[in-house]
């Protein structure tokens, strides 16, 4: 057994159908984990995902649950049973200019990209409390730290997320939980594409000294990491698969 085995562990990916996601849920189960794949309206790519995960001997179960509201939250978590390692992943973009951004684009945003990283985490750590243990990766952005224009709301929320891993890590630590972020850079999803964002976007995207996109795989490598005990030691960072968009 490898120190990146999750052998016993129970991971909730939520937003795990699709996109990072899924390459996140379908890693941690080869690593051994049971995972729960929290999904919103996606039930044929869920299932698609447990089916990869069961064909291959793993275990897993998939939940539809919209991470932004306490109430599926609260069912999401009861129906996972104990919860060994949580990944934020769920999250929406919007390209918009700023001043035609209204107030229902910025609630949906950070009800979605933050909010429900406060409710996920506030729902899960009781009983990371009470075992004395625990793993929390939060999926945060490259722009929450670079900011973008036409993205005010996306790149507030994916800062926040950051702000909230670091409050989180300090507060928890002493618990022997462990939360960390990721800030990827530009990946090949369906979420940012061509299909739902701007050549001129895309174009920024790609200004970067790799001149490419990461596939979701290369950031799910970094989230098996830090639920490992490899990453026993980190507290409260930021690791950053980005291609060289950000050289802190």
Known sequence: MTALSLQGKTALVTGAATGIGRAIALMFAQAGARVVVNHLNQTAQAQAVLQAITNAGGEALAIDADVGRAADVQRLVADAGEVHILVNNAGIIQEKPFLDTTEDDWDRMLGVDLKSVFLMSRAVLPGMVARGNGVIVNLASDLGILGR????????????????????????????????????????????????????????????????????????????????????????QVLGPNGGSVMP
């Open 149 to 236: 224009e036409n993205s005010a709301p996306y790149c507030a929320a994916k800062a926040g997320v950051i702000g909230l891993t670091r409050s989180l890590a300090r507060e928890f630590a002493p618990h022997g939980i462990r939360v960390n972020a990721i800030a990827p850079g530009p990946v090949n999803t369906a979420m940012v594409s061509l299909e739902n964002m701007s050549a001129e976007w895309m174009e920024k995207e790609l200004a970067i000294p790799q001149h490419r996109v990461a596939e979701p795989e290369e950031i799910a490598a970094t989230a098996l990491f830090l639920a490992s005990d490899l990453s026993r030691f980190y507290c409260g």
